[in-house]
């Protein structure tokens, strides 16, 4: 099975100031069709977790542009740009090759 | 508007069974038959956990390790509705359970994964004497 390895797990943010989680997978997810199959979910406060980025680097429908994914093979990287009040929440990554697995989650709050 | 409700959560016993329900509605351009579908669980204060996916025609199951054998994915594409059925139930299986519209299957040619782009509320799992 693919074991999804996040970090940090913690993410004290300032507004204004650019943000960054590493997801590592200990398989590669480059599936034959040149497709990372990674995506990130944000699990805001009391609510259902919604997506932001699929195959590694396309954002969903309605993501702001200061979220980017970037990475390949075992190696990820989700950046925000500028980082606002609304984007405090966990963020998970998971991969989607057959299965599908989440990472521990990293809690990004406000410092 | 896309929408998918689950239901059928509650308490339940040890070794109870339980059958969860997601009822879609909404969808635009494909239909329910279009997508695979999946359930993912958060047990209280705890990640979210991958449970289990199915193919659009439930020709295929994915179900992780742990409910191997105890779970049952299933769905009713003339009902738009995706099922869980929920066997054997220990301390460990207390969540909310969410499913959620996995990849599109356009064709027997065509298919694309975009993420799970839609999700529901969640149903409240809680297996306790």
């Known amino acids: 099975d693919i074991v999804m390895t996040q970090s940090p797990l913690s993410l004290p943010v300032t507004p204004g100031e650019p943000a960054s989680i590493s997801c590592r997978s200990s398989?590669?997810?480059?599936?034959?069709?040149?497709?990372?199959?990674l995506d990130w979910y944000l699990q805001k406060p009391g609510q259902s977790p919604q997506l932001l980025i699929y195959l590694g680097s396309n954002r969903a429908s309605g993501v702001p542009d200061r979220f980017s994914g970037s990475g390949s093979g075992t190696e990820f990287t989700l950046k925000i740009s500028r980082v606002e009040a609304e984007d405090v929440g966990i963020y998970y990554c998971?991969?989607?090759?057959?299965?599908?697995?989440f990472g521990q989650g990293t809690k990004v709050d406000i410092k | 508007e896309v929408q998918l409700v689950e239901s059928g959560g509650g308490l339940v016993q040890p070794g109870g069974s339980l059958r969860l329900s997601c009822a879609a509605s909404?969808?635009?351009?494909?239909?329910?038959?279009?997508?695979?579908m999946t359930w993912v669980r958060q047990a209280p204060g705890k990640g979210l956990e991958w449970v289990a996916t199915?193919?659009?025609?439930?020709?295929?199951?994915y179900y992780m390790d742990s409910v191997k054998g105890r779970f049952t994915i299933s769905r009713d594409n003339a009902k738009n509705s995706l099922y869980l059925q929920l066997y054997s139930l220990t301390a460990e299986d207390t969540a909310v359970y969410y499913c959620?519209?996995?990849?599109?299957?356009?064709?027997?040619?065509?298919?694309?994964?975009?993420?799970?782009?839609?999700w529901g509320q969640g149903t409240t799992v809680t297996v306790s004497s």
């Open positions: 959620a519209r996995d990849r599109l299957v356009e064709s027997t040619t065509n298919a694309y994964y975009r993420g799970m782009d839609v």
């Open positions: 909404g969808f635009t351009g494909f239909s329910f038959s279009n997508y695979w």
């Open positions: 398989q590669s997810l480059l599936h034959t069709n040149g497709y990372n199959y």
């Open positions: 998971m991969h989607a090759l057959q299965t599908r697995a």
């Open positions: 199915m193919k659009q025609d439930g020709s295929e199951k």
